[in-house]
């Protein structure tokens, strides 16, 4: 066991500081993840750079040692491990922290974290831990998700009613601005990771919505689009599912003419096969008539009648998933063509009506 003095001395070392100040101290500092690579891949907090105390097998070999033998030879296995790392631990983070100002963390804020800060503290660095962990912060952020009233204005619409787009103009408006498909590197639909770098973890997804979230004015709104619970194999977590259901939603009424113009600006670009196995996924909803229709026309390169076909099975799905939206506070707004500026523009009014209403 590790001695109580010597935790004391370790702690004594670099200041520990929970989840809300260890955040904020990275603004000036480095942050640092001393945990495995596979722990990390799983979940870490955003900007992180991985410095693995252990490798995966080493870890996975000193905790066999610790449940089979003893914790004194785990320890010993440990730092047989690590000793000869610890000169390229240095070097390597001195490669890109100029300022030497670092923020570290492991899992529970135990020995990983206090190792090394001890290592960088003898080099000549400022640091300071995680307390408890990054256990502990991803209670913080599961706990912010759940009591936090978040003040969300939703923009629903058919497929290819351009939302991502206006909720970037919406941006430059100065509005607060969540783009949940870029977060989840998702649109949400068979199509939807054509084009898109693999989808994070469901943790890490909740991290980067956290980090987004934390930067904002929660006494204002928020404008979100609107998506179904899960987003590809990602989730909305919980208790901001529970907010988004009660929030005031603006439907976008858009001529479907419009949208397929839409649609084959962003898709045409992308390779036929994508778009044909995105057609194969909803194939069964389409019927094997439709199904045949659409791949022949990506072939061919109509991808107008393409994209006719395919909004026969999104347009019936919206309208499912717009019911268990909709509440009373809730209006529409009409497009007849795309000037982005002049729409966000009229959103924000609309939002406005809405918010004195309610």
Not at 43 to 56: C, R
Not at 198 to 208: H, R
């Amino acid at each position: 066991m590790v001695s109580k003095d010597y935790k004391c001395h370790l702690q004594k070392m670099a200041q520990l500081l929970d989840s809300q100040e260890f955040l904020s101290s990275t603004s000036d500092r480095d942050l640092i993840d001393v945990r495995s690579p596979s722990e990390f891949l799983i979940g870490h907090i955003p900007g992180a750079y991985n410095l693995p105390l252990l490798s995966d097998e080493e870890r996975k070999i000193v905790g066999t040692l610790y449940k089979q033998n003893s914790h004194q030879e785990a320890i010993l296995k440990g730092l047989e491990f690590v000793g000869v790392k610890l000169n390229v631990f240095v070097k390597e983070v001195l490669t890109f922290c100029k300022n030497k100002k670092l923020a570290i963390y492991c899992w529970r804020g135990g020995q990983r974290s206090q190792s090394m800060a001890w290592l960088f503290k003898q080099a000549g660095f400022d640091v300071v831990i995680l307390k408890n962990g990054y256990k502990a912060y991803r209670h913080w952020i599961l706990d912010h998700f759940d009591y936090t009233q978040f003040q969300f204005v939703i923009i629903a619409g058919k497929t290819g009613s351009a939302k991502t787009v206006i909720l970037k103009h919406l941006g430059l408006q100065n509005e607060q601005v969540i783009d949940l498909e870029k977060l989840a590197q998702h649109k949400g639909s068979a199509f939807g990771g054509i084009g898109e770098k693999p989808q994070p973890s469901f943790e890490q997804f909740g991290n980067n919505l956290f980090q987004v979230l934390n930067q904002y004015d929660i006494s204002k709104r928020i404008w979100i689009e609107n998506e179904s619970k899960a987003i590809g194999l990602v989730r909305i977590p919980d208790g901001m599912w529970n907010s988004l259901i009660k929030s005031n939603l603006i439907e976008l009424i858009v001529d479907k003419q419009l949208r397929i113009q839409h649609l084959v600006e962003v898709y045409s670009k992308f390779p036929k096969i994508e778009l044909v196995n995105g057609f194969y996924k909803i194939g069964k909803r389409l019927g094997n008539l439709h199904l045949s229709q659409a791949i022949a026309a990506v072939e061919n390169n109509d991808f107008t009648k393409a994209a006719e076909i395919g909004l026969l099975y999104y347009d019936k799905r919206y309208q499912h998933s717009l019911n268990l939206m909709v509440d009373k506070y809730y209006t529409s707004y009409e497009i007849d063509y795309f000037d982005f500026e002049k729409i966000a523009i009229e959103l924000i009014a609309c939002a406005n009506k809405l918010e004195y209403e309610r």
